[in-house]
């Protein structure tokens, strides 16, 4: 089982960066789609942003303008930098990977990112 490897999460002050990391130890080259999603207390699991082994991307609509989305393929990992971050942002960020051989994806066991305002 392929255990993603997270990093970057933890106390904001208000209006402040943050910048997620994720990699995930295969081969180069070998994952298509990486991407975050956000689970708050009593909501469910929700999409933040993703990114395709070409460059495409998605964000949430809240994300749009603040957050910023990368990957290096050679190395399977993917940042999301996140700035203005507000109450709403506040979390526990899981980071996917859907590799271009297996049906099922690689989840990340979940990083806590808190704004303190």
């Known amino acids: 089982q392929v255990q993603l490897l997270e990093s970057g999460g933890g106390l904001v002050q208000a209006g402040g960066p943050l910048r997620l990391s994720c990699a995930a130890p295969v081969s180069p080259f070998s994952i298509n789609i990486m991407g975050w999603y956000r689970q708050a207390p009593g909501k469910q699991r929700e999409l933040v942003a993703d990114?395709?082994?070409?460059?495409?991307?998605n964000y949430i609509d809240s994300g749009k303008g603040r957050f910023t989305i990368s990957r290096d393929n050679a190395k399977n990992t993917v940042y999301l930098q996140m700035n203005s971050l507000i109450p709403e942002d506040t979390a526990v960020y899981y980071c996917?990977?859907?590799?271009?051989?297996?049906?099922?994806?690689?989840w990340g066991q979940g990083t806590q990112v808190t704004d303190s305002s």
């Open positions: 996917k990977a859907k590799p271009n051989n297996r049906a099922s994806a690689y």
């Open positions: 990114i395709s082994s070409g460059g495409s991307t």
